[in-house]
């Protein structure tokens, strides 16, 4: 026991003077992290701008409306509406040049107003996320507010549309409507019908999770940061028996395993220094509920540990230092790639992502992912919190065994 | 304290440590010297368990390392020949990350690492990381790690190499201390010098084999009076020999060949100055031609050249 802290707090010391290291550790994920959120965003970090194509083949004033509310405000800054007709639109989205289509039926403002069903077709581009996901909200809502207002006040809206508009409505009339809708409101209370209209939105296609593109990249550039910190840490196997502090440590009796254990504490504690680091970051900028900051440092901890373990009976099973840093930097990099630390599992082909996510750090990321989307805090289930601990055990073990058979020897 | 019977070990082929058996008491310091490669280290890492001999036994205070190495460790303490030191912890987090390797703790640990400093010289540099320190300073801390646990058997490898001689002199004083407390310490050299200021009693190895054993001055008593004397030159094969037997039988009779070379001679013998133009004559008859002479009093160095033939040191 007093060897086991003893050794954290001298690995703790002795890394503390290798800023340079440390915030290398830090600013690879970083730098990473603020590339991919950069490109993700448009040019500039401006937000995403796309294209919205309306088919408007009612041409009334009210679907003249809702093809108009796309580029009002906020919305317009991120969506360009273009009126084009059927064949241009589908020619459009097939090229993947436009973000959503919003087909209006003809009829649609009669059907409105006869309380018949009626059907918007919306198609959305399969290959952008936010863009898409925001023009269906805006269509639902635009749909939801109308059907409300037309519960409520379609008489009214009736009254006008078939009112004279040339010349200005008397007094009478408009107090006449605002006590009629003033009577609705009240009586309506907590209406709730289903909606006589419906939205036909053309699914894109399954697997495309409805949570922030660049949310997804969070976990990936996490692992990043765990990754390199991991590797990094465990060559000091290596400086350690270049130092001969291993070989003295033989000499003294029976120690090997406060001495790993420490080792690793120590390294557990750095890794979630540099990943929580970047994992705050990520929760400030995504605006992720801090009450699954505990949860997610936990699993980020414990992940730590046996990455290092991992890496660092890699180092002891290679012949030289030379070796051991070659054999983990040739894993590393296929490892991140795999795992989804430069693209989202949700950007790569199912089967490249099935594979991934069986990869040491894609199984991390993977679960880290569920923690910080998920409705709940402490998401993960409990098999996977299991493995990560076996697997970090069994490290060490690997470890003591190598230090043991003679890795501390020369 | 130490016992090492019959020790064995090879390196696949090479027999490094052949079959010695010593014997160091406590309260003693027992000098093991050889040259390069004589097997040295070989023997101290089997003694400290870091190597597993082939054949053999080693016992430290009762306990047999291989069979219970837990409780012969406890006993040991090794300063081993390399630097074995953290270069970026202080001095005083070195002596106090290895007491507690040791299972020293609290007040023991704190006042053993501050006597321990003091002892060798480095009380205001406590602070400091060793890779700010000179070579002689790290040798020093080095000494010091192996022996913050009080062990009662220090094996010291070659602790002076590199080393001035202040730095050398301070190492000297730690050995005597730790002797007076009763430490059994095993020192490995090829500095003759050093073996006969400091230790007790000697082994002399070289190539794996134990050549010579006794004390100080047992070993002495082996050389005589003698004189060394070493020519250098171009000396011719059989003719030298031959010369060098004349003068023998014609009343040189304690003169005796060591080693003879193309171009060297060792031979010893008493009162060497005075025959000095007697042997040069010899040689010069038989076409030899001498370029350098060095005679030299009898010591233990010495010892190993006409044990041996060669040098201890090249
Ligand atoms: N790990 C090893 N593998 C193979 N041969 C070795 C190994 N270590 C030492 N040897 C050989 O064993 C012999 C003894 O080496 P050792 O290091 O014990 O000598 P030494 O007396 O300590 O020499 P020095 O004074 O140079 O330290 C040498 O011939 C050396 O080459
Ligand atoms: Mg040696």
């Known amino acids: ?410 | 304290m130490l016992v090492i019977s019959n020790l064995l070990k090879q390196y696949g082929d090479l027999v490094a440590v052949d079959d010695i058996s010593l014997r160091a008491e406590k309260g003693t310091v027992f000098g093991l010297l050889g040259p390069n490669g004589a097997g040295k280290s070989t023997m101290i890492n089997c003694i400290s368990g870091l190597l597993r001999p082939t054949s053999g036994s080693v016992s430290v205070g009762g306990f047999d390392i291989v069979d219970d190495p837990t409780d012969a460790k406890k006993l040991l303490g090794v300063v081993p020949q390399e630097l074995a030191l953290y270069e970026d912890l202080s001095a005083i987090d070195n002596l106090r990350y290895w007491g507690k390797a040791y299972g020293m703790r609290g007040e023991d640990l704190a006042s053993r690492a501050k006597e321990v400093l003091g002892n060798i010289g480095l009380a205001d540099r406590s602070k400091d990381l060793p890779k700010t320190f000179s070579g002689g300073m790290k040798r020093r801390l080095n000494f010091a790690c192996g022996i913050m646990h009080r062990p009662h058997l220090i094996l010291l490898d070659e602790p002076t190499a590199g080393v001035d001689p202040q730095s050398r002199q301070r190492l000297f004083d730690m050995v005597e201390a730790e002797r007076r407390h009763g430490a059994c310490i095993l020192y490995t050299t090829h500095y003759m010098a050093e073996a006969e200021q400091l230790c007790d009693s000697l082994a002399i190895i070289d190539h794996g084999k134990l050549i010579a054993q006794g004390t100080v001055a047992e070993l002495r008593a082996k050389l005589g009076a003698r004189d060394v004397l070493q020519l250098s030159g171009a000396f011719p094969g059989d003719s030298s020999q031959q010369a060098i037997q004349k003068l023998v039988n014609n009343g040189l009779s304690d003169l005796e060949l060591i080693a003879q070379e193309e171009q060297n001679i060792t031979m010893t013998l008493s009162d060497a100055s005075q025959h000095l133009p007697a042997i040069f004559a010899a040689l010069a008859e038989v076409g030899g031609n001498v370029s350098e002479t060095s005679l030299r009093r009898p010591n233990l160095e010495t010892l190993f050249l006409l044990l041996t033939g060669k040098e201890l040191r090249e």
């Open chain 1, 1 to 410: 026991m007093s060897l086991f802290l003893a050794s954290t707090r001298k690995d703790l010391a002795r890394w503390r003077q290798d800023t340079n290291a440390l915030l290398l550790f830090l600013a690879i994920p970083l730098l990473i992290g603020g590339l991919i959120t950069v490109l993700m965003s448009g040019s500039g970090g401006a937000k995403p701008h796309g294209t919205v194509l309306i088919v408007d083949q009612d041409d009334t004033f009210l679907s003249g409306v809702i093809a108009g509310a796309f580029g009002q405000g906020e919305l317009g800054e991120l969506l360009t509406v273009k009126k084009v007709t059927v064949e241009d639109g589908m020619a459009n989205m097939d090229a993947g040049e436009a973000s959503g289509l919003l087909i209006i039926p003809k009829g649609f403002t009669d059907a409105f107003f006869d309380k018949q069903p009626v059907t918007l077709i919306l198609k959305t581009n399969p290959a952008q996320t936010i863009l898409p996901g925001i023009i269906s909200d805006v269509t639902e809502i635009l749909l939801d507010a109308g059907f409300y207002a037309q519960q409520l006040f379609g008489e009214d809206i009736a009254t006008i549309r078939d009112g004279n508009l040339e010349g200005l409505p008397d007094d009478v009339f408009v107090s006449a409507i605002a006590v009629s809708i003033q009577h609705k409101i009240e009586a309506s209370g907590s209406l709730l019908f289903p909606p006589a209209m419906d939205i036909d939105i053309v699914p894109p296609p399954p697997e495309q999770p409805r949570i922030p593109y660049a949310l997804l990249f969070l976990p990936g550039v996490i692992l990043l940061a765990l990754m390199f910190a991991a590797n990094g840490l465990a060559s000091d196997y290596w400086e350690e028996r270049e130092h001969g502090t291993l070989r003295r440590l033989v000499y003294a009796p029976g120690q090997l395993t406060a001495f790993l254990a420490g080792k690793a504490l120590a390294a557990g504690l750095v890794i979630t220094l540099i990943g929580g680091v970047t994992l705050v970051i990520g929760f400030l900028y995504h605006g992720i509920a801090w009450s699954k900051l505990p949860s997610s440092l936990a699993w980020i901890a414990i992940s730590g540990v046996a990455l290092f373990s991992w890496f660092g009976a890699l180092q002891m099973l290679a012949g030289n230092r030379r070796s051991g840093n070659l054999i983990t930097s040739m894993l590393l990099f296929p490892l991140l790639m795999a795992g989804g630390s430069f693209f989202p599992f949700a950007a790569l082909p199912d089967w490249i992502a099935a594979l991934g996510r069986r990869t040491p750090n894609g199984f991390i990321a993977d679960r880290l992912t569920t923690e910080i989307t998920s409705a709940t805090t402490w998401a993960i289930d409990i098999q996977s919190w299991l493995i990560v601990s076996t697997m970090a055990v069994l490290g060490l073990a690997l470890c003591a065994w190598r230090l043991q058979t003679g890795f501390a020897r020369n």
